[in-house]
């Protein structure tokens, strides 16, 4: 049998899409035949294994990417197992010329990235990474003394700067054509992951969502023709679709963070009408959001399980009376307070939930509860197909107060208050709590608000009780 011809191998992790990827890209005009790789760990190292609702979108998506791969000619193999093992056996098997992978920026990603590829240049295969996740590189942002910036505004205007200097467009490649001769795809190989929970819960969440590159570059241009214009002053009413919900699409790589924000530069440069300039504005600013978050777990790689302001990890900083209970019925959406509770329902029902409502649900968790938002995290991490380390810690520890730059403690979320302004008519309450009886409300509302703030009190004394 003759030698198989050596492949270029591109390691697909949270970049599912073929426009703007840099390291398929570089694999495509290698002059090698190419071969797609993904490899799930079920129990990584760093102790971050994939959520449910996030695990079912990764399986639609990686579906996705198998036939979008199949009809450029390139077929995906799917691994199982220890990252790097898995690899190791990989590469013994299949000639590998050279390995290319977009880096992810997560601390335990980055420590397998760069076991995988020691490993892959102890066996002579030559390996080239690439950043792709954020607009810039973590490591490349810093104020001028050198350390991490804290706060978002002025993090926001260096990148800013930075990016008008140098731009983003080298980062973009257009869609690879299609093959001649193009491959069935076997849904079998995805399959192999056992992505998928054995109760089928997760089929509610296809009502909802359609993961897929070309489902994102759909939903993105409807975004721009339908809503962007508006976005800034509609992005906070959860009964209208006001945002893009392109979260998910966005942590998996179906579309490029700087795709996105090339494209709405260049619809700034264009629009005239300062309404519509401000909802671009604003829109990119969340995009800052995204980069902030990123650069926030880059030099502060603890932080999802530590917050941020060490006096929050102190005994007193945290109710410890019937969380159990608590937790629970926020969990389940029957607190009798109903903005959470429709907030916790929608998270439920469709594994996504409103950025203002998010908001007022983890407010409520951690300041009238007095639960730890860790707790909330965690349920966060397994009910949201967006699911990210670095946006769900950044969101819980802003909202909780702990972290950075945080929202000052004592401004704590009124749900009754934001429920009037955001949602005048109730249309969002009534669209996931029904008509039905709501359970009396778990606790008073300014009687919690008030023992939050003795016990912020006590915190910053540095007194525990
Ligand atoms: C407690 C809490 C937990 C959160 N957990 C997550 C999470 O796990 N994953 C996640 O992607 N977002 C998280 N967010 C941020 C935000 O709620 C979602 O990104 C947003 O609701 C997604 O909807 P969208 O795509 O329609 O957003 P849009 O309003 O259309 O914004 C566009 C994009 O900007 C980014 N973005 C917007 N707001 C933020 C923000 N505050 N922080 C970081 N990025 C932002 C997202 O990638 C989003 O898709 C959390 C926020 C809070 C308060």
């Not at 079998?188 to 054995?198: I, P, Q, S």
């Not at 009408?273 to 880059?298: K, M, N, P, V, Y």
């Not at 629970?328 to 916790?344: H, S």
């Not at 965690?378 to 670095?390: E, I, P, S, Y």
Request: net charge positive; charged share 25%.
């Amino acid at each position: 049998m003759p030698a198989e011809r050596p492949f270029a191998l591109v390691w697909f992790r949270r970049d599912l899409r073929l426009q703007d990827n840099p390291a398929l890209h570089a694999a495509l005009v290698s002059g090698h035949p190419v071969l797609a790789l993904y490899i799930h760990d079920p129990r990584p190292a760093d102790g971050w294994a994939l959520g449910g609702a996030n695990r079912w979108y990764l399986h639609q998506s990686l579906l996705a990417l198998q036939q979008d791969l199949a009809e450029i000619g390139v077929p995906l193999a799917c691994l199982k197992g220890d990252a790097e093992g898995e690899m190791k056996g990989f590469l013994t098997r299949r000639a590998v010329a050279k390995l290319y992978c977009n880096r992810v920026v997560e601390p335990g990603q980055g420590e397998v990235e760069a076991d995988l590829c020691a490993l892959a240049e102890r066996g002579r295969i030559e390996v080239e990474t690439f950043h792709d996740d954020s607009l810039l590189p973590p490591e490349r942002v810093a104020k001028k003394d050198g350390t991490p910036y804290k706060v978002f505004t002025p993090f926001w205007r260096h990148v800013s700067d930075l990016l008008q200097r140098n731009g983003v467009e080298q980062r973009l490649f257009p869609r690879p054509r299609p093959a001649a001769d193009p491959l069935p795809a076997d849904p079998l190989e995805v399959e192999k992951l056992g992505l998928l929970d054995a109760h089928p819960w997760h089929r509610k969440l296809q009502a909802y969502w359609s993961p897929g590159e070309s489902s994102a570059l759909k939903a993105f241009s409807r975004f721009l023709q339908e809503r962007i214009d508006g976005y800034d002053d509609w992005r906070d009413f959860p009964a209208r679709q006001g945002t893009s919900r392109l979260s998910a699409a966005l942590h998996f790589g179906e579309l490029s963070a700087a795709r996105l924000y090339a494209v709405c530069q260049g619809r700034l440069a264009h629009k005239a009408d300062e309404g519509a300039r401000a909802g671009i504005r604003r829109f990119l600013a969340e995009i800052g959001w995204r980069e902030f978050s990123r650069h926030l777990l880059h030099a502060y790689p603890r932080s999802p399980a530590i917050s941020l302001n060490g006096r929050f990890e102190r005994p007193g900083a945290w109710a410890q009376d019937h969380n159990d209970r608590r937790l629970r019925a926020w969990q389940r959406g029957e607190t009798g307070i109903p903005l959470v509770d429709a907030g916790m329902r929608e998270l439920w029902e469709s594994g996504w939930m409103h950025n203002r409502v998010r908001m007022v649900a983890a407010s409520f968790l951690t300041k009238n509860l007095g639960i730890h938002w860790r707790q909330g995290a965690a349920w966060f991490w397994d009910t949201l197909v967006d699911a990210d380390l670095a946006s769900n810690t950044l969101g819980w520890q802003w909202v909780a107060g702990c972290g950075t730059d945080a929202a000052p403690y004592y401004r704590i979320f009124n749900p009754q208050l934001q429920a009037r302004k955001f949602d005048p008519a109730g249309e969002y309450i009534r669209r996931w709590l029904g008509d039905g009886i709501e359970p009396a409300p778990l606790v008073d509302l300014g009687a919690s608000r008030d023992r939050a703030l003795q016990r912020y009190q006590a915190v910053i004394r540095g007194a525990s009780g």
